[in-house]
């Protein structure tokens, strides 16, 4: 996607450092995972935890998003890599749709495609749970 045509995105100032940590680490370090976090982290706006708008998503958020090419609904929740588990919807943040969606406000869309080259165009439609809403900065 050409970065002019990139949607805003806004981020904790707390999930930039636990998310620069762990893109430090050598497991993760200089994966393409993680370079393209990366240059997610440094094009966003970047905020005190409680100053964060609860209609953003931020790691932990649980969030539901919409296909628009399919009208399928994807409930999901957007977690560290160790906690990722596709079986229960957790989504980790180094997964190509899991750095898309971070940040994002509620009704914006990414396009990407999925495994196999599918496109989608994928709108956040609702956010269940934000923890910064919530008052929990221990996520």
């Known amino acids: 996607m050409n970065p002019s045509t ?14 620069e940590a762990l893109l430090e680490t050598p497991g993760h370090r200089d994966t393409p995972a993680a370079l393209a976090l990366d240059q997610e982290i440094g094009r966003a ?8 708008p609860a209609n953003v998503v931020t790691m932990n958020s649980t969030l539901v998003c919409v296909d628009d090419v399919t009208g399928d ?37 990414i ?9 989608m165009r994928l709108r956040v439609v609702e956010i269940r749970y934000q923890p910064e809403a919530a008052g929990d900065l221990t996520h």
């Not at 706006?45 to 964060?52: F, K, Q, S, W």
């Not at 396009?111 to 496109?119: C, E, L």
């Open 6 to 19: 990139l949607p805003p995105i806004t981020l904790s100032s707390l999930d930039v450092r636990r998310l």
């Open 45 to 52: 706006t970047v905020l005190a935890p409680e100053n964060m």
């Open 73 to 109: 609904t994807h409930p999901l929740t957007l977690v560290y890599p160790r906690d990722a588990d596709a079986a229960t919807g957790k989504v980790s943040v180094l997964a190509p749709v899991g750095s898309a969606l971070l940040g994002l406000s509620l009704g914006q869309q």
């Open 111 to 119: 396009d990407w495609q999925a495994p196999g080259g599918r496109p």
